[in-house]
């Protein structure tokens, strides 16, 4: 078992910036592909970045791109999404989530945190 616990999430104005952590404790950290996803109201969940387990790879949503960065410390058992230039639309619940494969698939992903909230204002 591999248990995930985000962190970090909040209220911040358009323009703004927040940095996501997400803790995992358990399993082998290192050894897992992570990857942080979210969901908006009435939304399905959506892929937001992916890192590999060594961190020398790393993917983002279109939407994303150039505003968010995805980092992992193995030592600390953690990743990070840092988000810049927040917009209104990135309002939603952000979750992490682990797998043994690379790539942007939800039902790939076997383990999931409880999520954290990020409401951007305009």
């Known amino acids: 078992q591999l248990q995930l616990v985000e962190s970090g999430g909040g209220l911040v104005q358009a323009g703004g910036s927040l940095r996501l952590s997400c803790a995992a404790s358990?399993?082998?950290?290192?050894?897992?592909?992570m990857g942080w996803f979210r969901q908006a109201p009435g939304k399905e969940r959506e892929f937001v970045a992916v890192?590999?387990?060594?961190?020398?790879?790393?993917d983002y949503a279109d939407s994303v791109k150039g505003r968010f960065t995805i980092s992992r410390d193995n030592a600390k058992k953690t990743v990070y999404l840092q988000m810049n230039s927040l917009k209104p639309e990135d309002t939603a619940v952000y979750y992490c989530?682990?797998?043994?494969?690379?790539?942007?698939?939800?039902?790939?992903?076997?383990?999931w945190g409880q999520g954290t909230q990020v409401t951007v204002s305009s």
């Open positions: 989530a682990a797998t043994n494969s690379y790539g942007s698939r939800r039902h790939e992903y076997s383990y």
């Open positions: 358990g399993r082998t950290f290192s050894s897992y592909v």
């Open positions: 890192i590999s387990w060594s961190g020398f790879s790393r």
